[in-house]
């Protein structure tokens, strides 16, 4: 089976970098959605947001995701500067580099597992049987092999989340992004995912996950803090799950490195 994560590691021992970046939304007054924000996320690393509503977390999302470019400063993807790429290019890049869990799951309700797994990778030109293939792999990893066959509404919350998981690794991309992955999970059904990110982690897959939930959080290897469009500050945890000190207050937004 092909090695999950490892997409990309021609660009560097870094996923993710944002310098100085700013987004500013112009609602009757400027809106400063980030407001001087620089992060580094390594490679193969596990990072978690965290932050209250209106704080920047979708936004930060957003441009990590490819979905849309700051206002002033440098997004850099997979090697690859957000903001100087044209509309095409960017779709291609977020297609191949990065891969989404939301809370929705945002399944393709008539296409059944395998059919939602391979889907990402129709628009990659990769063959048909190649495609089931990869999907097939993947949904057994999840622990899915005997629900390959089932569309969305014949599955658990659990089981759909599981296929979005599977969906989002099936281009085996550089980075993995999860919106409240867990928002609509029962407690049992939750530490399930959560087990599931902690073993693509441990094979390699770089993740940054948004939450408003503290346990979910501490999953992770360190916690990016947001207050205000701002990094408040950055909480290392050491090896994923394993707290450890807090770390000093980012300077300005920015996260010492």
Do not use: W
Not at 111 to 139: H, T
Not at 203 to 222: D, K, S, Y
């Amino acid at each position: 089976m092909t090695e999950t994560g490892g997409g990309a590691e021609a660009s560097g021992a870094t996923a993710v970098s944002l310098e100085n970046v700013r987004k500013t939304y112009q609602l009757g007054e400027p809106v400063h959605a980030l407001d001087g924000v620089s992060l580094e996320v390594p490679r193969g690393s596990y990072t978690a947001i965290m932050g209250p509503s209106g704080s920047g977390k979708s936004t930060l999302m957003n441009l990590v995701g490819c979905l849309d470019t700051p206002t002033e400063g440098a997004v850099v993807v997979d090697g690859a500067d957000v903001a100087t790429l044209s509309d095409r290019e960017r779709t291609t890049l977020r297609g191949t580099t990065v891969g989404f869990v939301f809370q929705t799951f945002n399944l393709m309700p008539r296409l059944n597992a395998v059919e939602n797994v391979a889907l990402p990778q129709l628009f990659q030109g990769v063959g048909r049987d190649e495609r089931r293939e990869r999907a097939r792999e993947l949904l057994e990893r999840v622990g899915l092999g005997d629900r390959i066959d089932h569309v969305p509404n014949e599955l658990s919350g659990g089981q759909r989340q599981r296929v979005a998981l599977a969906r989002a690794l099936v281009n085996d991309p550089a980075l993995v992004l999860a919106d409240e992955p867990s928002g609509n999970l029962d407690t049992e059904t939750e530490a399930e995912v959560l087990d599931l990110f902690g073993e693509f982690h441990d094979a390699g897959t770089t993740l940054v996950v948004v939450t408003h939930e503290r346990h979910v959080a501490e999953r992770a290897e360190r916690i990016v803090h947001l207050l205000d469009g701002k990094i408040e500050r950055i909480e290392e945890l050491g090896s994923a799950g394993d707290p450890g000190e807090p770390a000093e207050p980012a300077d300005g937004g920015r996260e010492d490195r």
